[in-house]
């Protein structure tokens, strides 16, 4: 079922802005064939589970050119040195 799930699941390299409040604004994601998509508007955050790929984190609403979709952030739970976690998508 694990690999199953994970076939939905991409790992994606995100480019961010962290205001002085603290505030996490994704500006572009990396898809995996290297194609960088700028996020056109962010709409909602919100802890989610994503059905397709599995997991649960922060899911940030997102619109794509003209689309709109989410990004998750999956805090790991082996916190080492300056690795919190890591950014996925759900592929279609």
Known sequence: MDSEVNQY?????????????????????????????EIDKLLDVRPGYAAKAGGKGDRYT??????RTYLYFE??????????????????
């Open 62 to 67: 997102i619109v794509v050119q003209g689309k």
């Open 9 to 37: 699941k991409v790992y994606v390299d995100v480019e961010l802005s962290v205001d002085k409040e603290g505030h996490i604004r994704p500006k572009s994601l990396t898809w995996e064939d290297g194609v960088t998509y």
């Open 75 to 92: 805090r790991s739970p082996n916190l080492t040195g300056n690795v919190i976690g890591r950014w996925f998508v759900e592929r279609k």
